[in-house]
């Protein structure tokens, strides 16, 4: 199983950007897909995660500016990430959560300039 992701760069503050994390393999009992990040000297945090029902939480940080989705056939989920703050900087990662473990992708930095 692997979870690829791309779509960082660097922009400036209000800009976009749009993550996307691709999973090649089978997983099973899959609870909720989302992404972290994690900023220098912080510790990982949840950005946004999607239940298998569709249903989405977001950190209070991002709520109104993030959006989480997916598209199944494509084993994909994205992260639209609109009006973005010099704080928003960190790599990003995208996480599948199971009733056994949690899988990881490897990063994708996200850097928003003042």
């Known amino acids: 199983v692997q979870l690829q992701a791309c779509g960082g760069g660097s922009v400036q503050a209000g800009g976009s950007l749009r993550l996307s994390c691709v999973r090649s393999g089978i997983i099973y009992r899959i609870n909720r897909m989302g992404w972290y990040r994690q900023a220098p000297g912080k510790q990982r945090e949840l950005v946004a995660s999607m239940f298998t029902s569709g249903s989405a939480i977001y950190a209070d940080s991002v709520k109104g500016r993030f959006t989480i989705s997916r598209d199944n056939a494509k084993n994909t989920i994205y992260l639209q990430m609109n009006s973005l703050k010099p704080e928003d900087t960190a790599v990003y990662y995208c996480?599948?959560?199971?009733?056994?473990?949690?899988?990881w992708g490897q990063g994708t930095q996200v850097t928003v300039s003042s």
């Open positions: 996480n599948t959560n199971t009733n056994y473990r949690d899988y």
